[in-house]
């Protein structure tokens, strides 16, 4: 598969998506929009990627969209459906069986911050700078930021960094809960790859039914969500996975999972 905007590599369980436009801060237009999507479909459908991580080329993980293509969309109509595309093709979080990780570094900025908001993990170095400085520029967030963010770190400060624009540093969005884990610029990649080799390890049916059971659970009333819970747990118990799982353990060894 060639790829103009994107870098794509699978290996050893890990699929690396890597957006490739250092040259404007790794922008979002459409054409990175087409190529991520087809990556994270790519990496979805490839039974041999357990993990997915997403970062940047260069300087920057994503500074946001590309300003420029909002000249081309002349009416309200254009834009909203351009957004909600988006929206709705890197809807990780509840969409998307598999664990992804955005490895951040640089600018983390806008529509890059709502793509990492997505992701289920978020390392990022030191030098990491993240905000939704749309207020700014073209109003508000357009790919889930008002809606996400919120949800990750209550919406008085949510709201404080969307209608001020201001930009924090990555100590500051560790502390929000924002950011997993924080390292050394030059450990970012050891990392991510450390949390992607863990996770790779799990059975993929329970990584799947874990990301179910949080971000559906989210959305439901917390004695619907209980009911969800008990259910996918009880799910559990009809997979293989859950048979080798407990039979490893009594045994003392390690397990061999089929994601069955």
């Known amino acids: 598969m060639s790829y103009k905007t994107i870098l794509y590599e699978a290996k050893d ?9 250092p040259e404007v801060l790794n922008a979002i237009n459409p054409q990175v929009t087409a190529d991520l999507n087809v990556a994270l479909k790519n990496a ?13 080329a260069g300087r920057a993980f994503c500074a946001g969209a590309d300003i420029k293509e909002f000249l081309s969309f002349p009416t309200p109509a254009d834009m909203q459906y351009q957004t909600e595309r988006r929206e709705r093709e890197f809807r990780l979080n509840e969409t998307y069986t598999k664990p992804v990780i955005a490895m951040v570094h640089g600018y983390c900025l806008g529509g890059g911050f709502e793509i990492a ?15 939704q400085p749309e207020i700014n520029v073209v109003g508000l967030p ?21 209608m001020t624009g201001d930009i924090i540093d990555a100590k500051e969005a560790e502390r929000l809960g924002i950011v997993n884990k924080l390292v050394p610029k030059e450990k970012l990649e050891e990392a991510a790859n450390e949390l992607a080799q863990k996770l790779s390890g799990k059975s993929p049916v329970f990584l799947r039914f874990a990301k179910a059971a949080v971000y559906r659970g989210l959305e439901l009333p917390l004695k619907e969500g209980l009911a969800w819970e008990s259910m996918l747990f009880a799910t559990c118990f009809t997979t293989e996975d859950q048979k080798e799982a407990s039979s490893a353990f009594v045994e003392k060894r390690k397990p061999v999972f089929k994601g069955k």
């Open 13 to 21: 369980g890990i699929a690396k998506i890597t957006l490739n436009r």
């Open 44 to 56: 979805e459908d490839d039974p041999k990627v357990k993990v997915v991580i997403i970062t940047g």
């Open 117 to 131: 908001q997505q992701c289920d993990f978020m390392i990022a170095s030191e030098d990491a700078r993240f905000g």
């Open 142 to 162: 357009g790919m889930g930021g008002t809606q996400r963010l919120p949800r990750i770190i209550g919406a008085k400060k949510a709201l404080e960094l969307i």
